[in-house]
């Protein structure tokens, strides 16, 4: 066990070291889903409303909780390229043929970018009450729960794309086609109440809506209004992350024995 757990620790430190010292990667995370958020926010303040936008709750308010898993999405996906990187390195394969577990790849893997993408998540949540929105602390511990849920699902997911590719150019492909619009349809642009059915069926089978509608119920003024509630959020976030480990590990293990 202990040594199962050095390695899964040595693996984690080495992402988030290898993550900081490269500051494009840094600002590559942070600076795009901010921009977002004050160029779209602002442009769209004054002329967006409709059904379950909360009463007096402004647009850059609005779009503040989806920003943030905005940059928990930029930031994973940035840390998790670190898989191809080291396949192409020689360091994956030389993990492999330690005498360690399969399953500390995944972890460390997954936990190194979940570090890094709810440490960047968390920077900008502590901007919340300059644009008005207060913290407020019994919501805290819910807030940094459903944070560190959705970070280590969307690392999860990033590692199981960057295993099965082998170029850096396909991963940022299928994070185009796949990965963006899956936080498009989350509720974090515009309310599910106030799009047409079908569509919010398909915002309802999204685990991150649940993710921005936790981060909207503990930031917004009225919380989450008529979204899913605390306890459901937690639920289907949690079993996102549990998923996408257990996607994870399953995709290493098909590889070692292949």
Known sequence: ??????????????????FYRERARV??????????WFLIGSGLGNSFSGPGLPSGTTYLQYFFPGTILLIVLFTAIFSTISVIE??????LQAVLAAPV??????????????????????????L?????????AELLPFV????????????????CLAWTLDSTQG?????????IPMWLLSGALFPPAG????????????????????LQRGLLQGGGGDGPSAATCLAVTGAFALAMIAAASAAVGRSARS
């Open 27 to 36: 600002i590559g995370g942070f600076a795009p889903p901010l921009v977002f």
């Open 101 to 126: 577990p399969r399953s500390c790849i995944v972890l460390g893997k997954v936990l190194g970018s979940a570090t890094i993408s709810c440490s960047q998540g968390l920077a900008f949540l502590a």
């Open 171 to 179: 991963f940022h492909a299928v994070m185009n086609l796949f990965l």
């Open 128 to 136: 919340a009450p300059a644009v008005g929105l207060p913290v407020r």
């Open 1 to 18: 066990m202990s040594r199962y757990l050095l390695s899964v620790a040595t693996l984690w430190h080495r992402e988030v070291k290898r």
């Open 86 to 91: 080291d396949r192409h390195e020689g360091f």
């Open 144 to 159: 940094l729960a459903e944070l560190v849920l959705v970070a280590i699902g969307l690392a999860g997911l990033g590692f």
């Open 195 to 214: 799009a047409p059915r079908w569509l919010r069926l398909v915002m309802a089978g999204n685990p991150v809506t649940y993710a921005v509608a936790a």
